[in-house]
């Protein structure tokens, strides 16, 4: 396990919090399996009804672009540890709730689409920087990005990897509320508090229906993603443009 995520447990909430605040949050792999196990542990333990996905000053920076480019030494075909996360959270029963503050990049924006509710900081900085590192789409976004926010919003996000904030994203439907800074945390609490007030089986077949009708094309969208983004993790401009990433943090 790592110090990186916290997995702290009060009441019927469980929190899975992101815990590497020097290196913005960025998700190394050991940190994925760490989240996947949270949430699978949040899964068996039936005192849990709700599951808070949070950061601090920052949600995520996404993957570790060290890792990233370290994908050329690692065979082919490991599945990689952002899908187990990917795994766990797209078949999780229970409620997510997503606190987003500061930077929420790649994988810390995608993710959102499998949270339940997400509340943003109005000042949270979002981005899918995915074309500018020569990679593609993941975590479902290619499907889900535009049935959420529609095309035109998906593909300039997608497309340009164009920046956007907490305010900007729940207004497009993508977080549920954005609220001050400050507040973030307490309102994720608070909806989450709500939530797990509830009764659970109608809550979880509830979200079951919600995301029925998506759940088949998810799963081939995934499947293509994933054959795509292991292309581009592993060619030349991806390569390079890790190089420009890890050359300029020194
Ligand atoms: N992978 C590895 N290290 C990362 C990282 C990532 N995804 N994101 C940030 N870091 C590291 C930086 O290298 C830096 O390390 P250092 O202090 O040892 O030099 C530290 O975290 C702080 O980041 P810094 O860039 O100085 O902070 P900032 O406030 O100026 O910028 C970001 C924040 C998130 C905009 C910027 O760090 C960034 O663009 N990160 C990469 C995001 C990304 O492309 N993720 C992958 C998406 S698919």
């Given at each position: 396990m790592t110090e990186h995520v916290l997995i702290e447990r009060d009441g019927a909430i469980l929190t899975i919090r992101l815990n590497r605040p020097e290196k913005k949050?960025?998700?190394t792999r050991a940190m994925y399996h760490a989240m996947g196990a949270g949430l699978r542990q949040a899964a068996a333990d039936?005192?849990?009804?709700v599951v808070l996905l949070a950061g601090g000053q920052d949600f995520t920076a996404g993957n570790d672009i060290g890792d990233f480019a370290a994908?050329?030494?690692?065979?082919?075909?490991?599945?990689g540890a952002a899908f187990d996360f990917l795994e766990a959270i797209t078949g999780f029963a229970k409620p997510v709730i997503a606190a987003v503050r500061g930077n929420a990049v790649g994988i810390g924006t995608t993710m959102l689409l499998h949270c339940d509710v997400v509340v943003a900081s109005e000042t949270a900085r979002l981005m899918m920087p995915f074309t500018r590192l020569a990679l593609c789409p993941e975590a479902g976004s290619s499907l889900l990005m535009p049935a959420r926010v529609g095309p035109a919003l998906a593909n300039w996000w997608l497309l340009a990897g164009a920046g956007f904030s907490g305010a900007e994203a729940a207004a497009a439907g993508l977080a549920t509320r954005a609220v001050p800074d400050a507040e973030v945390e307490a309102t994720a609490t608070r909806m989450a508090v709500t939530l797990a007030a509830l009764p659970t089986g109608s809550v979880q077949a509830s979200k079951r229906l919600i995301r029925a009708p998506h759940a088949a094309a998810l799963k081939e969208a995934m499947a293509a993603e994933r054959v795509t983004f292991g292309e581009r993790l592993r060619s030349a401009e991806a390569q390079a443009a890790f190089a420009g990433f890890l050359k300029k943090a020194g």
């Open positions: 949050n960025a998700l039936g005192g849990v009804h994908a050329g030494e690692r065979d082919p075909k490991d599945p």
